[in-house]
């Protein structure tokens, strides 16, 4: 057993880079971006490496208002699991509440990518399962890094025309 590693943290390899969407549309939507990621930039053993610019997209599936979202780039020694246990902490500390799915929100926090790992337990799928199909990820995502790889389904770019249809715009 590695140091640390009861918390969800091993030392005796590099940091993984991971990919964390954001998203709000409740409240002040975009001040609630900007808090996530620095408290994303404050989790314990993880660094900041980037964040896309934010941008204003309407809600698909749902209603309510526009969401203003984020792509995020971190280095952590977080395992997957305990990194998620974290995402779904700062949701709670910003007042997120499921009462159905794609209900509006205070907050939203998806891991999209952990490393090159796939990952499909009962608490978690990476790659993010709908990653490929939302405008709101890809853009900010590609914007961070236009040559990013999908494990199991290649280069992200590759997915943008797909998306081409749903409007988004930099807030």
């Not at 995502?141 to 749903?166: C, E, K, M, N």
């Amino acid at each position: 057993m590695t140091a640390g590693s009861s918390r969800g943290v091993d030392w005796l390899t590099d940091p993984v880079p991971v990919y964390i969407g954001i998203g709000a549309n409740l409240g002040d939507a975009r001040g609630q971006v900007q808090r996530a990621i620095r408290q994303l930039a404050e989790l314990p053993d993880t660094s900041l490496s980037a964040q896309s610019s934010l941008f204003r997209t309407a809600p698909l599936d749902a209603g309510g208002d526009d969401y203003i979202n984020a792509v995020a780039c971190l280095a952590t020694h977080l395992g997957a699991h305990a990194l998620l246990k974290e995402l779904q902490r700062i949701e709670q500390d910003f007042g997120r509440e499921r009462p159905y799915p794609n209900a509006p929100r205070t907050l939203d926090l998806d891991l999209l990518l952990y490393g090159q790992s796939s990952i499909a337990d009962d608490a978690l799928i990476v790659p993010h399962p709908r990653m490929t199909q939302r405008a709101f990820v890809l853009t900010p995502l590609l914007q961070i890094d236009p040559f990013v790889v999908i494990p199991g389904y290649g280069a992200a770019h590759r997915f943008a025309p797909q998306v081409a249809d749903q409007i988004i715009s930099k807030a």
